[in-house]
């Protein structure tokens, strides 16, 4: 059998890297294994819970149904990602503000969600938010909080002009 | 997860050969999402998986006049459902797949991956059966073009061929005046899989009043996704009146075996298949100007 290794490229978080991975490895063990980015949470291994959530090329994915090896060549961005020159991103701020989680394990997979539906939809309505943050689980269902955090988020983008 | 050696095609061409060549130790992976909840869970492993992603010009989402909608199978279901040529020419399709799973899922999984996959529990079946889509499919052997109604065999079992890769879906052009309509029916939480889906096709008759084409499709109820094709009989030149659409449900149970699972035993499937066929139908027919009711 041919060796089941390959090198890949990988850009995570605007810095690129040159990895030997094994076909079966998933973005996510990537990310939190090889790259300690521990951030990006394991739930229910299923693509159902969004705790793993990351943006391949600005798209939302499920890092735990992801190969590494077909993201090879494209751009992750993953929580650590967000803030710049050590300030937090209005997405995170907000969700400070406004105490969207209580034990945090779903927040970050929320955070990826709520800025990639923010990218999208700058201004959306009660139910858009509904609608595409349908399948993000917070089992201490801080879900009212999570809510009023994506609109304040949404309206500090809007202030920043973006 | 048991090791694997993913295979890079860079051609159809080559994809095909890998398929004749390592035959029962391969199989196709597109996105990805289906498969490898079965490989983590260990329910399902191959030596080998043929990373469909690495051929280049599968993904794409035109319209051509006089055949229709042709979308590459390599097309996400987020692309698709987000496509404003799909939009306009096949809006139950936009309608349906933003029902499916979840945004991040829809960002990764693919139409030809959903189909082939052959779970009975998918909603993108039930719009194409409606629509009379086509799969096609390649292989070393040539190109082949199944009709959608067809492809559905059995549970995880579709008419494709082991050296056979589905390559694109062919949407024809709804009928003029096609009024259409998708009821998702879940009965655990509302983001679970479906307990079934019911997708309906209406048009007026040429009079106007009655009813002219109607096609049903049932998917997550049966083994397989049908299409009811015994339904379409008994509306033609009717007026869908309430007691019709009741006839129109209780036939479409008759017809369906449905598989007892979390989400209903058999005969809380039937009771439903009445209720979301009469559901889908009137609402088609609202959509298609139709009085219906």
């Known amino acids: 059998m041919e060796a089941m290794e390959r090198q890949i490229r990988l850009t995570v978080n605007g810095q690129e890297h040159e990895l030997t991975i094994r076909d079966n490895t998933l973005l996510l063990w990537l990310l939190r294994d090889d790259l300690k980015l521990v951030g990006t949470r394991e739930g229910c291994g299923t693509g159902v819970c969004g705790a793993c959530t990351v943006l391949l090329d600005g798209r939302p994915v499920n890092s735990c149904l992801t190969l590494a090896a077909q993201a090879a060549g494209h751009h992750v961005t993953t929580i650590e990602g967000l803030a710049t020159n050590g300030r937090l991103h209005p997405v995170q701020e907000a969700y400070i503000e406004e105490r969207g989680f209580q034990c945090a394990f779903c927040t970050s997979g929320f955070i990826m969600m709520t800025k990639a539906l923010l990218d999208e939809i700058p201004n959306p309505s009660e139910e858009e938010v509904r609608e595409y943050l349908s399948e993000n689980i917070c089992r201490c269902a801080g879900y009212p909080d999570i809510l009023r955090a994506v609109q304040n988020a949404s309206r500090k983008l809007a202030a920043r002009g973006r | ?293």
Not at chain 2, 41 to 60: C, E, H, W
Not at chain 2, 227 to 232: A, K, Q, R, S
Request: proline content about 6%; charged content about 25%; glycine content about 10%.
């Open chain 2, 1 to 293: 997860m048991r090791p694997f050696k993913l295979l890079d095609p860079r051609s159809l061409d080559e994809a095909c050969q890998m398929l004749d060549r390592y035959g029962e130790d391969v199989k196709l992976m597109s996105g990805g999402t289906a498969i490898l909840i079965l490989l983590r869970q260990r329910v399902f492993s191959k030596p080998y998986f043929i990373n469909l992603k690495a051929v280049p010009g599968l993904d794409g989402i035109r319209d051509e006049p006089g055949t229709g909608l042709r979308i590459g199978a390599l097309a996400t279901l987020r692309a698709v459902e987000t496509s404003p040529i799909v939009r306009q020419r096949a809006p139950l399709i936009t309608e349906t797949f933003r029902l499916v799973a979840n945004v991040r899922v829809r960002n990764s999984g693919t139409l030809g991956g959903n189909l082939s996959h052959g779970d009975y529990r998918l909603d993108p079946p039930a719009p194409l059966l409606v629509l009379g889509a086509k799969a096609v499919a390649v292989s070393s052997r040539g190109r082949n073009t199944y009709e959608l109604k067809e492809f559905f065999r059995g549970l995880f079992e579709t008419a494709l061929q082991p050296d056979e890769i589905l390559t694109e879906v062919v949407v024809p052009d709804a009928p003029p005046k096609a009024g259409t309509a998708y009821f998702k029916y879940t009965s655990l939480s509302e983001t679970d899989w479906p307990c079934l889906g019911v997708a309906a096709l209406v048009t007026p008759s040429d009079g106007g009043g009655t009813c002219g084409e109607l096609r049903v499709a049932v998917t997550s109820v049966a083994e397989r996704p049908m299409l009811l094709e015994h339904l379409g009989p008994l509306a033609r030149g009717k007026r869908l009146t309430e007691r019709l659409l009741e006839e129109l449900g209780d036939a479409a149970a008759e017809r369906v075996d449905p598989i007892a699972d979390a989400r209903g035993s058999e005969w809380y499937k039937k009771e439903m298949v009445r209720v979301f066929v009469r559901r889908a139908v009137r609402e088609a027919a609202r959509r298609a100007g139709l009085a219906a009711g």
